[in-house]
């Protein structure tokens, strides 16, 4: 996967999240990593309403190939609010399968 193809899954994993679809990121996992309602927990316990981050973050993302599972890599996205980053982090699992992206929102680290 390149690291064009991932900056847009993790840009579409932000969209979803900004606007609250929580249902739809954990049918997109298969039941894999965070329900709907944990994520929906966590990005209460945020404060703030989350927004899109600035468009400069999706060109510097660190992608980590995850060990033992072929194609597949971890990505760590900051979240932002109204007044900026909000120290909390999403965590993302994706990985090719049959040529499409799947995605699994492992977690939602609120600081």
Request: hydrophobic residues 45%; without cysteine; aromatic residues 4%.
């Amino acid at each position: 996967m390149s690291p064009n193809d991932l900056s847009i899954v993790a840009k579409h994993v932000m969209k979803l999240l900004v606007e609250r679809r929580f249902e739809e990121l954990e049918v997109a996992s298969g039941g894999a990593g965070l329900s709907a309602d944990d994520m929906e927990a966590a990005v209460d316990d945020i404060g703030g309403k989350l927004v899109m981050p600035p468009e400069n973050i999706w060109r510097d993302l660190s992608a980590r190939a995850v060990r033992n599972v072929p194609d597949a890599f971890e990505l760590s996205l900051d979240l932002y609010t109204k007044g900026g980053r909000s120290g909390s982090t999403v965590e993302l699992m994706v990985q090719l399968r049959s040529g499409t992206p799947a995605v699994v929102v492992e977690d939602i680290i609120v600081s």
